[in-house]
């Protein structure tokens, strides 16, 4: 099976977990145009987890949830950010930091952090 395939049926489940036990109306959402682009939303901004060739890309999207959850995602990783999806160096920014698993439960771990932050 396609690992975006599988990994979009594998969120889909632990939010609907989740949501089912929590009340919590969240979403997993996929790109039409980039199937690989996969998000959880309905939180407090969004959870974006990306296949790559050698595992997973788990990123935060929001300043709001970048401010939240970084701190907790360092201690998860025990490292800083592998890097940013977006970029501008004439601008002055780094948004939406990245960590990179080659673990599907690093993965769900994120997740569940995610799922549990308070805005």
Request: proline share 4%.
């Amino acid at each position: 099976m396609d690992k975006t395939v599988l990994l979009f049926e594998r969120l889909v489940k632990l939010v609907e977990l989740h949501n089912s036990q929590s009340g919590s109306n969240l979403k997993v959402l996929q790109q039409e145009k980039v199937k690989a682009n996969i998000s959880i939303a309905g939180g407090n901004g969004r959870l974006y987890v990306h296949p790559n060739s050698e595992g997973y890309d788990v990123s935060l999207s929001g300043q709001s949830l970048e401010h939240i959850l970084t701190p907790s995602l360092v201690d998860f990783f025990h490292r800083s950010p592998d890097g940013y999806k977006q970029t501008n160096a004439n601008k002055g920014f780094k948004r939406q930091p990245f960590w990179r698993t080659d673990k599907f439960k690093d993965v769900e771990a994120v997740c569940v952090i995610y799922l549990e932050a308070k805005p």
